[in-house]
């Protein structure tokens, strides 16, 4: 079956410091990968995607994530994380042939200290 | 476009009573996805339907869920009857099956206490 992990539970960086947050998905066919973010009480914004080509991508927010096939990873990016950026983030995969069905990892919470 | 539309935002209920939660995609969409927001379990995906279809329904916890499409712009799921592990919230999300890359929206989610 489809899966996601993303093994940190909880993160804390300093504002200003860089941010990156692991996802890992499970092998399989072509995968199409989705990180969202999630403020307390709120709904689920896309912060970025990949289908294919260039394994680099650029998102809001100032986020880019990087698609390692060799790794089967996607994590997700920040050079300066500012304080607005604490939330929840979730990566979520899709398989080609699995008729759109959106499998979400357990999340990463940020916490950002000023 | 005001985007997938869910309501009530909040609903309290008492343990027993029936619950019904409402969608309404984004026009256009042909995919909606029921998923559950939990400490426990996280983001769970109920059911999901295409072109008014349900496709999967795996997710449904069991028979005292139930979820309904009866047409291209709304969607109900209803609890019967309701019990307290039943409160989360629970997002509704859409999206074009057709779209190469894919894409879903979510709406704001409704928030279900039962006591």
């Known amino acids: 079956a489809q899966s996601v992990t993303q093994p940190d539970i909880h993160i804390t960086v300093s504002e200003g410091a860089s941010l990156e947050l692991r996802c890992n998905y499970s092998?399989?066919?072509?995968?199409?990968l989705f990180w969202y973010v999630q403020s307390p009480g709120q709904g689920l914004q896309l912060l970025l995607k990949?289908?294919?080509?260039?394994?680099l991508v650029q998102g809001i927010k100032g986020f880019e994530a990087e698609f390692k096939r060799s790794q089967s990873s996607f994590n997700l990016r920040k050079p300066s994380v500012h304080w607005s950026d604490a939330a929840e983030y979730f990566c979520?995969?899709?398989?080609?042939?699995?008729?759109?069905?959106?499998?979400f990892g357990t999340g990463t919470r940020l916490q950002v200290t000023l | 476009d005001a985007g997938v539309i869910q309501s009530p935002r909040h609903e309290v209920t008492e343990m027993g009573q029936e619950v019904t939660l409402r969608c309404k995609p984004i026009?256009?969409?042909?995919?909606l996805f029921w998923y559950r927001q939990t400490m426990m379990r996280g983001l769970e995906l109920l059911i999901y339907?295409?072109?008014?279809?349900?496709?999967?329904d795996s997710g449904m916890p069991e028979d005292r869920f139930s979820a309904k499409m009866p047409n291209a712009s709304f969607s109900t799921l209803k609890i019967q009857p309701s019990e307290p592990r039943d409160s989360a919230v629970y997002f509704c999300?859409?999206?074009?099956?057709?779209?190469?890359?894919?894409?879903?929206?979510f709406g704001s989610g409704t928030r279900l206490t039962v006591v």
């Open positions: 092998y399989g066919a072509t995968p199409y």
């Open positions: 026009s256009g969409h042909n995919s």
């Open positions: 339907f295409n072109n008014n279809v349900p496709i999967d």
């Open positions: 990949y289908f294919s080509g260039d394994t």
């Open positions: 979520a995969v899709v398989y080609t042939g699995t008729a759109s069905k959106l499998t």
């Open positions: 999300a859409s999206s074009y099956s057709v779209d190469r890359p894919l894409s879903y929206t």
